[in-house]
């Protein structure tokens, strides 16, 4: 498909989709950075489809496909992403939010639907701040910490707070070392759990772009969920809970370690929307 001259923004749309069918990559990048990039919603990008679009835009589209065609990720091109209704800023320096992070956000607003109480909730390995910023976002009356080993990372989540007015307390930790031994209600984290060795079956814009102290833990992905067994308890409140994502084939593994850390605790595990385990929840049992 020849690049149009001076394309309406469906042109420019129809031969950004062309470009990434061409290249094997999936099509609906195309769709998020005009929107992006044009500070469109979806209404207005369809009421203006038939317009031109400025040269500004245009040439800054086509460089941003070009970008995602050679491998990168259209969240790093555009410099955001969406989650649970917020645009949380994102570089190399942190993951990008995935949808089904959503759902552990989802779990712990739902088990608390009827809480005034302003509970006091840990976010380790917070990344951009998403499950951090959500939280506080839904649950103002909430006190939020988030952590990060990553100062780089902090620094990203730091923005997005300031960016979304919203008063999240940070602090630079490696997991629980650096926490204060005051208890929380709530601890949540989505740590870096994939083993080493599954590096062969994962998308090459995930490996080269996104942070691997991020994405990769040792003992086949479970370090981090061990060393959290054996360190949460004295940071829980007698009646706290424990939050946690993980890959869809290590709930067994994840489950046990918890049941055995934590023997008079309740364990739960939960499948995501295309039912994987992918989700657990430890509550204290005061």
């Known amino acids: ?53 400025p040269t500004s835009i245009w040439q800054a589209y086509q460089q941003g496909i070009a970008r995602v065609v050679a491998g990168e ?28 992070t959503e759902e552990l956000v989802d779990w712990i607003l739902t088990d608390y639907a009827a809480a005034d109480t302003p509970l006091r909730v840990l976010d380790i390995g917070t ?27 902090l620094a990203v989540a730091k923005r997005n707070a300031e960016q979304l007015a919203l008063d999240v307390n940070f602090v630079q930790s490696d997991l629980l070392q650096s926490i204060a031994a005051e208890p929380f209600d709530v601890i949540v984290s989505n740590p870096p759990y994939i083993a080493t060795n599954e590096k062969d079956v994962m998308d090459a814009s995930v490996i080269d772009y996104e942070p691997q102290t991020a994405l990769f833990a040792a003992h086949d992905g479970l370090a981090l969920y061990e060393q959290l067994a054996a360190t949460v308890a004295p940071h829980l409140t007698a009646a706290g809970r424990l939050y946690l994502e993980f890959g869809y084939h290590q709930g067994p593994a994840v489950k046990h370690l918890f049941q055995q850390a934590l023997p008079t605790a309740t364990v739960t595990l939960r ?11 430890v509550v204290q049992p005061g």
């Open 271 to 281: 499948q995501d929307m295309a039912g994987h385990d992918r989700m657990l929840r």
């Open 127 to 153: 990344g951009s701040g998403a499950i951090a910023l959500a939280l506080k976002h839904e649950r103002p009356s909430w006190q939020v910490t988030a952590s990060d080993v990553s100062s780089a990372a």
């Open 73 to 100: 990720p259209v969240q790093y091109v555009l410099g955001k992403a969406p989650f649970y209704g917020l645009d949380l800023q994102v570089d190399p320096a942190v993951l990008i939010p995935r949808v089904e």
């Open 1 to 53: 498909m020849n690049k149009p001259q001076q394309p309406t923004y469906f042109e420019a749309q129809q031969w950004a989709s062309f470009c990434l069918k061409t290249a094997k990559l999936p099509t609906d990048s195309a769709r998020f950075l005009l929107l992006g990039l044009s500070h469109l919603d979806q209404t207005q990008l369809l009421i203006h489809y038939r317009d031109s679009l």
